[in-house]
């Protein structure tokens, strides 16, 4: 009798154990029933296109078009796309640390400054949660009390959500003041008191298309450009202000093949800022403050912003280079799919790679001249020597005959104070070069 209690009582021990694991398996833990419990607004941020925010006697709109936010009141600009997400994912992920259930007879929400309130949220949109009313603050540090309009409950949150509603204009203005990208920008045209210098982007290469045309600094462009783009205001001139102006310091008209007129960005000197200067954005309905720094990029020269190196040649395109030197024989290079062969004979490898190098990463040390008009003056009529660049085809391509195809032709000419001076034979420009290039010419070898 005794054997068969026992052996019934551990069979109800293991049958509520059983049961134990099995609703705790299926059961939220205490705190997350408590968060599911005390969950303030449920809804999907994707479908928010606007958001109000009132703050005492300061009423900002929101408001979302194709997926980025602007400002709407109470100015037109581009807002900070990231504070309004900020403010739904706040409201979204928003767990009170107490609720206080206002139909309890002692509870007045007057008392706790949730009846009516002078700082709200409202979001709008399919399934936006009802307008948030923010009240006092509660007696424990950094928290607040709130209420959704339509429930009967008094929240105690975080005043995170709170600090976020309760910033400036200012605060949601988009500080970038460009959207568009270094990358979409295919032609550049800054004018400054000293002239106007314009730029093109040709077969993915700069070219400077005014004062001159010359080949342009790639890398040198492509850092002003992001740059520029790049811009970020340090302030925003308001409205009703009317700020003295000083002198024009110039503007820079960015066009893009995605739009058929230019983003325009003009700079005035700020004579009450003395590390600032005022900017106005052909895009946007607003006066600027940048840093000072930013006039340094309208000081820029046309020289400045030349192609320093001496060819511009991708060596891929290569089969054939003639070195015709003044009084000697001439060369002949031809590659041997992966080797060079000077006259037929099979080329040192280590000088032949020196030479190429030497060549294609030669940078200009002047430019000397923009016309070629008096080419005997720097040597370069009768050249000291001449090279020429070309490409072969063994046969006829839908692109291109059978045959040699000159590339450039590069001139060296006279001999000047540790310098030669330069030219290539399709460009107007005159330049010098450090004269140990012809120290890796295979002439020397």
Not at 56 to 70: A, H, P, S, T
Request: net charge neutral; hydrophobic share 40%.
């Amino acid at each position: 009798m005794k054997l068969r209690n026992t052996f019934l009582l551990v069979l109800i021990t293991l049958g509520l154990l059983v049961g134990v694991i099995i609703f705790e398996k299926h059961t939220p833990s205490t705190r997350r029933a408590a968060q599911m419990r005390f969950e303030v607004a449920d809804f999907d941020p994707a479908k928010i296109t606007k958001i109000v925010l009132v703050n005492d006697d300061e009423r900002i709109e929101l408001g979302k078009e194709d997926g980025i936010w602007f400002l709407q009141s109470p100015i037109k600009d581009n807002a900070d796309g990231t504070l309004p997400e900020a403010i739904m994912d706040s409201l979204l992920n928003l767990r009170p640390t107490r609720v206080i259930n206002e139909e309890k007879q002692e509870v007045d929400p007057k008392v706790f400054g949730v009846n009516k309130s002078n700082v709200s949220l409202e979001l709008f949109g399919e399934g936006a949660p009802p307008k948030m009313l923010f009240g006092k603050n509660s007696a424990v540090e950094g928290q607040v009390y709130a209420r959704l309009v339509d429930s009967n409950r008094i929240y105690v949150i975080a005043t995170d959500l709170r600090n976020l509603v309760t910033k400036k204009t200012d605060d949601f203005r988009d500080r970038t003041l460009m959207s568009l990208h270094p990358e979409q920008a295919k032609k550049m045209v800054i004018r400054t008191s000293g002239g106007e210098i314009e730029l093109k982007k040709e077969n993915e290469h700069w070219q400077i298309d005014k004062p001159i045309r010359a080949r342009g600094n790639d890398q040198l462009i492509g850092k002003m450009l992001t740059q520029i783009t790049n811009l970020k205001a340090k302030g925003f001139v308001g409205g009703d202000e009317t700020p003295r102006m000083g002198e024009q310091l110039g503007t820079v008209a960015l066009y893009s093949e995605t739009s058929d007129q230019p983003t325009s960005l003009s700079l005035v000197d700020a004579p009450d800022l003395p590390e600032g200067v005022y900017a106005k954005l052909s895009t946007r309905n607003s006066l600027f403050i940048l840093n000072k720094v930013v006039s340094g990029l309208f000081k820029a020269k046309p020289n400045d912003l030349r192609d320093r190196f001496l060819l511009r040649v991708n060596l891929d395109w290569v089969d054939r280079i003639h070195i015709e030197p003044a009084g000697k024989p001439k060369l002949l290079l031809a590659r041997d799919q992966e080797n060079w062969k000077i006259d037929g004979k099979p080329a040192d490898a280590g000088k032949m790679k020196r030479f190429l190098e030497c060549l294609l990463s030669q940078k200009v040390v002047s430019f000397v001249a923009d016309t070629g008009t008096d080419l005997d003056k720097y040597g370069l009529k009768a050249p000291l020597v001449r090279i020429t660049l070309s490409s072969y085809a063994s046969e006829n391509t839908p692109e291109s005959n059978a045959g040699e195809k000159e590339i450039t032709t590069l001139l060296l000419g006279r001999i000047e104070n540790g310098e030669i001076y330069a030219k290539l034979e399709e460009e107007p420009f005159v330049v010098s070069v450090d004269k140990a290039i012809l120290d890796v010419l295979p002439s020397q070898w």
